[in-house]
């Protein structure tokens, strides 16, 4: 079992950046898959980004691709997500999520655990 926490959310000016970190307890975060969502107001739960428990696979949603950046750090219990060229459209609370199948997957409830979110503002 894991318990996950996010930090690193904030506001931050059109074109900025940010790093979102999230930390997990327990000994066995090296065997979870780790997730990116985001929920803006008024919208479902979004997909960001996944990467595989080695972190060897990752995987973006279109609409982020090129500005986000996933990794882990295994040994510090830690998944990050390194946001640039921010727009307003990234407003959103920020989730971590893990799922015990160790892989990638776009679906949430393909997650076991999940982190009680970060805001996210982006001005314009």
């Known amino acids: 079992q894991v318990q996950l926490v996010e930090s690193g959310g904030g506001l931050v000016q059109a074109g900025g950046s940010l790093r979102l970190s999230c930390a997990a307890s327990?000994?066995?975060?090296?065997?979870?898959?780790m997730g990116w969502f985001r929920q803006a107001p008024g919208a479902e739960r979004e997909f960001v980004t996944a990467?595989?428990?080695?972190?060897?696979?990752?995987d973006y949603a279109d609409s982020v691709k090129g500005r986000f950046t996933i990794s882990r750090d295994n040994a510090k219990n830690t998944v990050y997500l390194q946001m640039d060229s921010l727009k307003p459209e990234d407003t959103a609370v920020y989730y971590c999520?893990?799922?015990?199948?160790?892989?990638?997957?776009?679906?949430?409830?393909?997650?076991?655990?999940w982190g009680q979110g970060t805001q996210v503002t982006v001005s314009s």
């Open positions: 999520a893990a799922t015990r199948t160790g892989i990638t997957q776009r679906a949430p409830g393909g997650y076991n655990f």
């Open positions: 327990g000994r066995t975060f090296s065997s979870y898959a």
């Open positions: 990467i595989s428990r080695g972190g060897g696979i990752t």
